[in-house]
């Protein structure tokens, strides 16, 4: 049985939930379905201005649509070049996840199907998200959260992130434009040597690096007091990878839910001479100082 002041306590919290359903900034949005109680078939209109965020939804009841958006407008035409990838988290339930454009629904990730924690994507012309809550007699243990991205379908090794263009991923080579492109605007650029190749299709490569000019995020640390370089983990079709331990790579590529993904990786003797025939010429987009560090050009 509860004390008076027990009673009283759980009563101010339930009226702070009951106050407070929803957060959200302009990237990421959290909110609660016991708003939607009275009047299940409402649907709430959730807007987010960001490239990356995550949704959390608590007793999911009813129906949200999440428009997304980048936090900059791209330029007239390319905004049919944006993807929008979702990851679910593992323990994600209670809801459907639909592609909504004009009324009509197309399943993206049944409730079921959302605990594999596989990363879907659909262009952003082609709709919004539209979360339906599944029935349930009892919500309280039902929580809806996934991860979002908008990923250009277009651009330096855009064709080797294999969630954007399923069953169609090739190991066709970079162009001479793209590799130096690349080394400027990818996530990570760095060369080194493959150590060690996964046994799945999709495994991540072991790798060491010799040389790192940027990361966007830590996937790469740096080796032991007595060991250079860096050493992490690059997700690669096992078709497109080189042999352990033999040439060295200019490797680079973009990070998506904090995994690192192989795009352009010529042989670095190979790119070292695009790059010094692209210096003599005056187009090189940025320069690489001998510290491994890039500046812009």
């Not at 306590?9 to 009951?18: E, K, N, S």
């Amino acid at each position: 049985m509860l004390r008076p002041w027990g009673a009283l306590w759980i009563t101010a919290v339930l009226l702070c939930m009951a106050g407070a359903q929803y957060s959200s900034d302009q990237c990421s949005w959290r909110g609660s379905g016991l708003s939607h109680e009275s009047h299940r078939r409402d649907v709430e209109q959730v807007y987010l201005r960001c490239s990356q965020g995550s949704l959390e939804w608590l007793y999911p009841t009813g129906a949200i649509i999440i428009n997304l958006r980048p936090n900059t407008e791209p330029p007239s035409g390319h905004m049919a070049g944006l993807h929008v990838c979702i990851k679910p988290h593992p323990l994600s339930q209670g809801s459907h996840v639909f592609l909504e454009n004009n009324g009509d629904l197309r399943m993206l990730l049944a409730e079921k199907d959302q605990a594999q924690g596989t990363v879907t994507c659909f262009s952003l012309a082609e709709g919004a998200l539209f979360v339906e809550s599944v029935p349930q007699a009892d919500i309280s243990r039902r929580i809806t959260a996934f991860q979002y991205e908008l990923v250009p379908s277009q651009g330096p090794g855009a064709h080797m992130y294999p969630y954007l263009h399923p069953g169609l991923v090739t190991c066709k080579p970079c162009s001479d434009e793209e590799v130096l492109m690349a080394v400027c605007t990818s996530d990570f650029a760095g060369s080194g040597i493959f150590r060690g190749v996964g046994s799945k299709n999709r495994s991540p490569a072991a790798v060491t690096l010799s040389r790192l000019f940027r990361q966007k995020s830590r996937v790469f640390a740096r080796g032991a007091a007595r060991k250079r370089g860096w050493g992490g983990r690059i997700n690669v079709p096992s078709q497109c990878i080189g042999h352990p331990g033999g040439d060295e790579y200019l490797l680079t590529g973009s990070v998506h839910f904090g995994e690192a993904w192989l795009g352009c990786a010529p042989r670095y003797k190979d790119f070292l001479r695009l790059y010094v025939r692209a210096q003599r010429a005056g187009t090189n987009p940025c320069e690489i100082d001998t510290n491994g560090e890039i500046s812009s050009g």
